[in-house]
């Protein structure tokens, strides 16, 4: 695989991929290599792996080492694959990049470092630095309810200035700063904007971005794209199906659980009961028990998703 | 070394190291042979090393090791040495206990794990699940500013049913928390409560702590060392006296720059301007340019720190 | 005037009225006339006074009695009124709510109490007391940055079941929530759902809303109402450029000063200099100096926004 | 009353009286009374009425006026009363201050106005306008959980150059801005410096402060006088004795209840199940259910406080 076979700018649904386990520091293979053909299936356009939805942060770098050589291979050029590689320490960032780059994947994504509250001519410099050394294409990553930090406008735009940079997923859940990101598009035609929460994809796409990283495609890919597509061909009666199938499932599957983890724990114990992969999760999380599962099988039936037909049985016939 | 070296509780000062860097990924291993010595010379307590002043989160896994072999080889049993395990990966934690272990120090100390927020049932699992396979006693590191999690106070109670935690540095900045930890030391008279903002160190202790993990004592350990005894033996004259020379490094040496790693930098600049080290720093953060560092130096030579005398010269001879 | 007045829902632009002030306490009553002239010749569904836009917790009780008076007479049934009662506190909201309903307003407007801290049972209580005694129907306003309290989704939908709860306006800027607001609509499809920033009248309206109460339609009224007819009648690419022009606006007019106040100050600085009304602020504010005053005079005329044609000369025509 | 009556430095215990209501918009005057007489008995050296724990926000400004003038006469003199005027609108501000001055006041409190994010220029401002209008010394209230906006040490310096402004009351519960604030003094000999949060009573007197705005001292006036007393004579054994006494009863009687009004509706209770006031609690907040009360009563009975000897019982004779 090559550079040339990412398109630019990226177009469509990337989900941001769930990590399979069996066990602490050990991969589902065979869930993973399930869960991608799975995601495949929906005709999503790009695979992002190692990032929020990911548990990267909670995973150790041989674990994430494995897991690059395994996805890409299994992968197989089929779709560009996009490497997380946010690390507080610069060194361990540039180990993961050069892993994806040999193993064949198609550009990396990064996050503010997250640990310490740096100014945003902090952020730009650490940009110059990591830019300068990487061997791959590069999002940028915004999410600051995790990492404490922006990817304010001006950096964003300085960051434009350097080709290798191509384009900045954003999960602020800040629609004006999209679209201060969106007056940005114009010097830059193949940088790619994407937006991460999936209850903004629709206004997203409309308003000038070019698609999504939604969790929830893991389980329900085609809804997504679906989603994705009536957005981008305005077929505004459509988007609105399908936006608000994908908001039940937010309301439903997506809420059982009370802490601020209760999607990763969903979306994992979701694709268990599907049969796709394990549900172990990371530390510091645990799987939901029982009682949760339950909750969780229920809402998925009455949305009559099954692993044969992975879609809310609500939306019609696309 | 042995766990029995670790007096419980350990009171005093245990400044949190400074790690000395001579470039990106590379120990300045000369100058923290010299600060190491600087440090014991002013009769601390304690050495934290691996904690938010010592820029872990930003250092490599190799140099942390690197690091942890070097110290303890290098204190030599003159005092405790406790080591920063905090990472986002449980692996990653266990495998830095493991070298701190083996190389002879006395604890670790943990921090929440910092990317995803967790609820408090989760972060007692967590510790539930890293206490059972810690070779060190644990002392618990509360750190919300950078982590966006507490350690509440009820989880501070569960945990000390645990006799392998051992204590807690608090570094909130939030005197009512505080006084809500001192509150529960009466059940565990071997428990140790550590202060960490140095301007809180009088108070701190006068109310029931033992002790502060002080970053301004990698530069003037002398002064933190008698503020310390001086609250300790209720001589409040000489404790405000001492609070007061204190409050005037934070607002000269530590205030220069603008961004909220002021105080690591001016730190580090400031060992560098007495000879101690150098004061590169790991990314996000970079060293001071020169206008800055000739503030620092400036206000050192106002305050009549040396390296012969790392002492403010307003304060009298103790 | 009476109550059947109200459309049910209430559709389209509702601008939040800046309150014309000639010096502290006094209103600018020429300007006064003015401006709901000039508001008003720009086709909008309603005017809503005493809000954030028109200063309203800042000026006196009778102050804002004789706003409510004069604005009613002045408009004189042409469009609903609807006037902000928020207060601290409750006994000062019935008395401004009872001038409303004396002067022929057609619904009051009430935002959380935003001096303590209250929790949702609280903040339902509260408006459980208020309706019992309100003599006019009324919107909630959420608008949490200010008030610090949100009308979380299940007190909105709790407030549904009173029928004299008619509406919500949303000054959150978070869209997740304001979807969350969408999917309860059914219930009541006389409720009137309102979105405050403009920047955000695009989206809101083209998922689900009913129009925008946003403070630049104060200056170019016609730009929003074409947004807004815009966005309802899903003409997507003349929906875009309007929305781009809005866009416009908020980074160069809107953009001048350096405060959180800046928009206020923008805002009435602009009509001032359209010779709409004056533009003195109540404390803690104040009028821009002639430098910002300059910047907003040339941002205007850059826009080609003139008192004849308050419009920004890159929209075509409509 | 006249304004060389008020001591400068202010320095003591100055509770934050609670407003004694019947019913809404209704003094409860018997219970006032009693109040005051509770309160003075304890010794204390000033009285704070209008403040945040008088819930003057939510009382209508005709009560305000009532409950001024009330009380001076009841004090008559006795000790110095501080009249809060903390308003959004500035020209209410004014009001209530000189109804503070016509009824022999001694001082009045300003707080940030709380609507509107002000920056500190803004504030300054706002100060300057507010001090040349005044008939009365000023203290600031320092009071950020709810107004969401500080005075900067640089603002308090800036206002420390005018006479009138006397003092500053800080309930940021901010130790280290405490300290900063401290290190201002030398230059206003007069200036006063008070503590609000009850738990931070020893250590904000210890180490620099005047004394304490503490709203446990409506119920148990002498715990604190000599909290204040043993940290200003250096009695550090009894200091702490007290302050743990202070503690216990934040734990168990003002933490009964789940929102964050816990301390005001407890306090209400309290001096209601005591007989000295009414409980009612103005809008957005009402008085405990049986339950809580009962919790409340029972905390009391434990603590050993009565009518006659309001002061708990595992606190030695002074």
Not at 32 to 61: V, Y
């Amino acid at each position: 695989m090559n550079k040339n076979r990412l398109p630019q700018p990226l177009r469509g649904i990337i989900p941001p991929m769930v990590t399979p386990l069996r066990g602490r520091d050990e991969l589902d293979v065979a869930g993973l290599e399930r869960l991608i053909e799975h995601i495949l299936a929906g005709g999503i356009h790009g695979l992002f792996i190692l990032g929020t939805t990911g548990e990267a942060p909670s995973l150790s770098h041989r674990l994430r080492h494995e897991l690059i050589e395994r996805t890409c291979r299994q992968v197989a050029g089929r779709v560009p694959v996009l490497v997380g590689i946010t690390d507080t320490a610069f060194v361990e960032c540039l180990s993961v990049a050069r892993t994806a780059a040999e193993t064949g994947a198609d550009a990396v994504v990064v996050s503010a470092p997250y640990y310490f509250p740096a100014g945003q001519p902090e952020l730009q410099d650490y940009l110059d630095h990591l830019v300068a050394e990487l061997p791959l294409p590069l999002f940028l990553y915004n999410m600051p309810s995790h990492t404490k930090l922006t990817f304010e406008p001006e950096t964003v735009r300085r960051a434009m200035d350097q080709p290798k940079v191509v384009g900045l997923k954003d999960s602020s859940y800040d629609m004006p700063y999209f679209h201060d990101l969106c007056a940005l598009l114009p010097a830059r035609p193949d940088w790619t904007l994407l937006i991460g929460p999936e209850e903004l994809l629709a206004e997203g796409v409309l308003l000038g971005g070019h698609g999504g990283v939604c969790g929830g495609a893991n389980l329900c890919p085609r809804l997504y794209v679906e989603l994705y597509e009536a957005a981008r061909d305005r077929r505004i009666d459509r988007m609105l199906e399908l936006h608000h199938a994908v908001h039940r499932l937010i309301q439903t599957v997506y809420s059982v659980g009370q802490h601020r983890s209760s999607f990763i724990k969903s979306l994992k114990c979701a694709l268990s009961c599907l049969g796709i992969c394990d549900d172990f999760l990371a530390e510091p999380f645990r799987r939901f028990r029982p009682e949760q599962r339950a909750q969780v099988q229920q809402h998925l039936e009455e949305a009559g998703i099954t692993p044969a037909h992975p879609m809310p049985s609500i939306v019609t016939a696309g």
